[in-house]
């Protein structure tokens, strides 16, 4: 048997590995992959070798610390044949073929979030107690009054400097179910020259809603509010002092349960009016608190959503009012049953126009057969038009049945509209007009009553926290009854503080 040679070389052309062998069959070191047998040493103490020896790997490539080359990636997974995954449709858009081998693909270029535009940069933020966002407010303002008093033209009404002061406070939570939400504010406003027109006013609603079941909700409310009466006020005397004040507050419960699309409701009403006594010039005393009663009443309501931008209702309210004093001074039993039918709908049409609107019919009777039925066509409306990104209108109709002493008057129907425009002219700076028409007509005398209202208003944002104010309004009431006609202008300018 022969022999390698003993100069470790082979006598075969195979012999010269380090020449076009190595080209022709590559280079293991390379990918480190020197198996075992390649690391034993060529010699003549080797066994036999029938094919070409391998070469011996070098020891400059095969260093410790030195970064191995990856290997081939494993193939992706895929389900096999028959399975459920395999049958599933694959949607091509969501997850497109991958491209063929013989195509390249063009590189994506991810794109850069667009920033997120806050569309109230200077609206107050909120401070959060536990669950609840509050946002409280405070405000003074200082100005000049025509007519504080809003005593008649004829009168010659004395002017004065004004000081208005303003609080209020917006609750709202922040619950997975239920909700509560608070919304009450309140001022004064004082006269340095007419002592006698300084009045508070102010307004409050609480609401709270427990969702018992998916369908199923109970609605409570709180509300209460807080004004005076003026002088020259048919049904009360014209040489009173001060402005009485003039408080009511109720509350009500409710249930409403959803049926699909259908919507029904029945909410049990109790509310309160109370007077202030009043004092004439001489010291006599006005027993005002004898109009004081109570209104107890119950309201149902169905409502179904054709689309989610139009929902139609119809709503019916019923009423009982008692009074502390059945028989009032002039000899009038006011006690009175009171009954209110609507149909309606409210509706979004699109997010630049939405709103709500009614027609019906209410009647009060009265249980003194010398007072006539208080009875009318009631139309309630409120529509906002955005009209640009920059401007607001918002449009208001109410109709509200009133109380009145007035010696053979039952009461008076009261229809109010409004119009609001607001424009921004800077993200920080706000102009705004308002004008107003309320018609008062009594039933039982010849009395008829019209007040016009009209302003403009501005609002300049520092920060999101302070704010200045300035207005100016004009006011006017133009009566049948002689000498009742008044006319009044204010103006304002304010800083505000809210949080």
């Known amino acids: 048997?022969?022999?390698?040679?003993?100069?470790?070389?082979?006598?075969?052309?195979?012999?010269?590995?380090?020449?076009?062998?190595?080209?022709?069959?590559?280079?293991?070191?390379?990918?480190?992959?020197?198996?075992?047998?390649?690391?034993?040493?060529?010699?003549?103490?080797?066994?036999?070798?029938?094919?070409?020896?391998?070469?011996?790997?070098?020891?400059?490539?095969?260093?410790?610390?030195?970064?191995?080359?990856?290997?081939?990636?494993?193939?992706?997974?895929?389900?096999?044949?028959?399975?459920?995954?395999?049958?599933?449709?694959?949607?091509?858009?969501?997850?497109?073929?991958?491209?063929?081998?013989?195509?390249?693909?063009?590189?994506?270029?991810?794109?850069?979030?667009?920033?997120?535009?806050?569309?109230?940069?200077?609206?107050?933020?909120?401070?959060?107690?536990?669950?609840?966002?509050?946002?409280?407010?405070?405000?003074?303002?200082?100005?000049?009054?025509?007519?504080?008093?809003?005593?008649?033209?004829?009168?010659?009404?004395?002017?004065?400097?004004?000081?208005?002061?303003?609080?209020?406070?917006?609750?709202?939570?922040?619950?997975?179910?239920?909700?509560?939400?608070?919304?009450?504010?309140?001022?004064?406003?004082?006269?340095?020259?007419?002592?006698?027109?300084?009045?508070?006013?102010?307004?409050?609603?609480?609401?709270?809603?427990?969702?018992?079941?998916?369908?199923?909700?109970?609605?409570?409310?709180?509300?209460?509010?807080?004004?005076?009466?003026?002088?020259?006020?048919?049904?009360?005397?014209?040489?009173?002092?001060?402005?009485?004040?003039?408080?009511?507050?109720?509350?009500?419960s409710g249930v409403t349960q959803k049926l699909g699309r259908l919507e029904a409701s029945v909410t049990a009403l109790a509310d309160r009016v109370q007077y202030e006594d009043g004092r004439l010039n001489n010291g006599t005393r006005v027993p005002l608190s004898d109009n004081n009663y109570n209104t107890y009443g119950l309201r149902g309501r169905l409502a179904y959503e054709i689309t989610p931008g139009i929902i139609p209702f119809a709503e019916v309210t019923v009423d009982t009012r008692k009074r502390d004093k059945p028989i009032d001074d002039s000899g009038y039993a006011r006690n009175s049953n009171g009954i209110l039918a609507r149909l309606g709908s409210s509706f979004e049409f699109s997010q630049m126009l939405t709103g709500q609107i009614s027609g019906g019919y209410g009647n009060r009777k009265y249980d003194d057969t010398r007072l006539p039925s208080l009875s009318g066509p009631a139309i309630d409306a409120s529509l906002i038009w955005t009209a640009t990104p920059l401007t607001t209108v918002t449009l208001r109709g109410t109709t509200n049945f009133f109380e009145t002493t007035l010696a053979g008057a039952s009461g008076a129907i009261s229809r109010t509209g409004s119009v609001e425009v607001s424009h921004a002219l800077l993200r920080n700076l706000t102009i705004g007009m308002t004008a107003s028409l309320t018609n008062n007509q009594y039933r039982g005398v010849s009395l008829n009553e019209n007040y016009y209202t009209a302003g403009l208003k501005a609002e300049y944002s520092l920060t999101r926290s302070i704010v200045i104010k300035g207005s100016y309004t004009y006011e006017r009431l133009k009566s049948s009854q002689l000498g009742a006609d008044y006319t009044a202008n204010v103006f304002l300018l304010g800083l505000r503080l809210q949080r």
């Open 1 to 252: 048997m022969p022999m390698a040679p003993t100069d470790g070389s082979s006598g075969q052309s195979g012999g010269q590995s380090s020449g076009a062998g190595s080209d022709a069959f590559g280079d293991d070191t390379d990918n480190n992959l020197v198996t075992p047998a390649a690391r034993r040493p060529v010699g003549p103490f080797t066994s036999t070798n029938y094919g070409r020896p391998r070469q011996q790997p070098d020891k400059r490539l095969t260093y410790k610390g030195r970064r191995k080359t990856p290997g081939r990636p494993l193939p992706a997974l895929v389900p096999y044949p028959g399975s459920p995954m395999a049958k599933r449709p694959v949607d091509p858009i969501a997850n497109p073929p991958p491209p063929p081998p013989n195509y390249a693909q063009v590189p994506t270029i991810a794109r850069k979030k667009p920033p997120i535009v806050d569309p109230a940069p200077y609206a107050p933020l909120g401070i959060d107690v536990g669950s609840l966002r509050l946002k409280p407010f405070i405000e003074t303002s200082a100005g000049y009054d025509t007519n504080p008093n809003r005593t008649a033209d004829v009168n010659s009404p004395k002017g004065s400097t004004l000081l208005r002061f303003d609080a209020g406070l917006q609750a709202q939570s922040n619950w997975s179910s239920h909700e509560l939400r608070a919304d009450i504010k309140g001022g004064y406003s004082r006269y340095s020259k007419v002592p006698e027109a300084d009045r508070p006013d102010g307004t409050g609603t609480i609401n709270l809603r427990v969702d018992a079941t998916r369908d199923t909700a109970l609605n409570f409310e709180l509300r209460g509010s807080l004004t005076t009466q003026r002088p020259g006020t048919p049904g009360l005397p014209t040489s009173l002092q001060g402005r009485p004040l003039v408080a009511s507050y109720g509350a009500s």
